[in-house]
């Protein structure tokens, strides 16, 4: 595993479900994790994902709806899928990442009034949040186990410039 920890959110159109995951995970995650998502079929992300995010204190709008050929070269330590279509199209990556699958309803297809929309929206990001922060307690642990980490979760107050390599860097 890489310190950072390198995470893909992976979904069709990479525009509610990959972007909230990417934005949470990046926000509670700080610096233990280098994040990206993509898409299959990525279609810009959806105002409403923008909304409920702002709402919870997290701003996504510098995030960009990738192609997942950006990153086929990539080596990630976890590719979570985070919608069917795109878990049963995933393709390999290098260095044999762990591949996890968060089955979450796409907000966007939610086709009520507005209120039910936003709804949809804001049920996803409670419920990505709670898997996330899951998520980020076992592998702080493991990073603290493995010594990297001098108690669990202590690097979450460093501040960190890194990103994930541009297109071609794996």
Not at 37 to 56: C, R, W
Not at 86 to 110: K, L, M, Y
Request: net charge negative; proline share 7%; glycine share 6%.
């Amino acid at each position: 595993m890489h310190y950072p920890i390198r995470v893909l959110f992976l979904c069709t159109h990479n525009s509610a479900r990959s972007q909230i995951a990417e934005g949470l995970l990046r926000h509670h995650g700080q610096a233990d994790f280098l994040v990206a998502s993509a898409g299959t079929d990525p279609q810009g992300i959806h105002p409403l994902a923008i909304q409920v995010m702002d709402e919870a204190g997290i701003d996504i709008r510098d995030q960009q709806s990738t192609p997942l050929q950006v990153y086929l070269d990539h080596t990630f330590d976890f590719i979570i899928t985070v919608c069917d279509r795109a878990n049963d199209t995933c393709p390999t990556f290098p260095g044999d990442p762990e591949r996890i699958h968060w089955g979450f309803p796409d907000p966007s297809q939610v086709e009520d009034r507005l209120d039910d929309r936003i709804r949809a929206f804001r049920k996803v990001r409670i419920e990505m949040q709670m898997r996330i922060q899951g998520f980020i307690l076992v592998q702080r642990k493991q990073l603290y186990e493995q010594g990297i980490l001098t108690r669990p979760g202590a690097e979450a107050f460093r501040s960190s410039s890194a990103t994930l390599p541009n297109a071609g860097e794996p």
